[in-house]
């Protein structure tokens, strides 16, 4: 099973600030199987980025995947009021599917 | 455009099943798989397994083998999730999302199953 680590568990951050979150395989993940989604209270998860670093349909381009191997990010250049969720990476090379355990980003 | 709508909340005791159900339109229902996963109050995302749109077959979860069941009416483009021997840690939101080579572009509302006594 791919296990992924997610870091830090929480970003304190400011409106217009930047954002990097991290998440870490226990082995190789191809770029094309990785994914980022963005979940708010009582929602299900939203598809942001697919491929490691293409965005989805309708994404805006504050939001930007990057990554190999077993080290991918996820960079939200500017927060906005909106940003403020958990995000979670996944992994869909290997059976079972796995996900990190997210990301809060909470206003500071 | 594509849409997954899933049944309504289900209160279970110990001991019993619940079937989950996802109503897809907007797409080939043939031509994608469905994915389950869960996630518990407060927790993360757990997948449950996977069911081919194409040819039926499935991919479960370790720990939900024996107790776990995917199904799917092609008729009613409705894949099914039926879950056995339900415990108190299976409380959660139960989403479904068609299943994309590369991601999950597409998710359901979720349904919560609460298994209480």
């Known amino acids: 099973e791919i296990v992924l680590t997610q870091s830090p568990g929480t970003l304190s951050l400011s409106p217009g600030e930047r954002a990097t979150l991290s998440c870490r395989a226990s082995q190789t993940v191809s770029t094309t199987y990785l994914a980022w989604y963005q979940q708010k209270p009582g929602q299900a998860p939203r598809l942001l980025v697919y491929?490691?670093?293409n965005r989805a349909p309708g994404i805006p381009d504050r939001f930007s995947g990057s990554g190999s191997g077993t080290d991918f990010t996820l960079t939200i250049s500017r927060l906005e009021p909106e940003d403020f969720a958990v995000y979670y990476c996944q992994q869909i090379q290997t059976s079972p599917r796995t996900f990190g355990q997210g990301t809060k980003v909470e206003i500071k | 455009q594509v849409q997954l709508v899933q049944s309504g909340p289900e209160v279970k005791k110990p001991g019993a099943s619940v079937k989950v159900s996802c109503k897809t339109s907007g797409y080939t229902f043939t031509s994608y798989g469905i994915s389950w996963l869960r996630q518990a109050p407060g927790q993360g995302l757990e997948w449950v397994g996977w069911?081919?749109?194409?040819?039926?077959?499935?991919n479960y979860a370790q720990k939900f083998q024996g107790r776990l069941t995917m199904t799917a009416d092609t008729s009613t483009s409705t894949a099914y999730m039926e879950l056995s021997s339900l415990r108190s840690d299976d409380t959660a939101v139960y989403y479904c999302?068609?299943?994309?080579?590369?991601?999950?572009?597409?998710w359901g509302q979720g349904t919560l199953v609460t298994v209480s006594s």
């Open positions: 491929g490691t670093s």
């Open positions: 999302a068609r299943a994309d080579k590369s991601a999950w572009f597409f």
């Open positions: 069911r081919s749109g194409y040819n039926g077959n499935t």
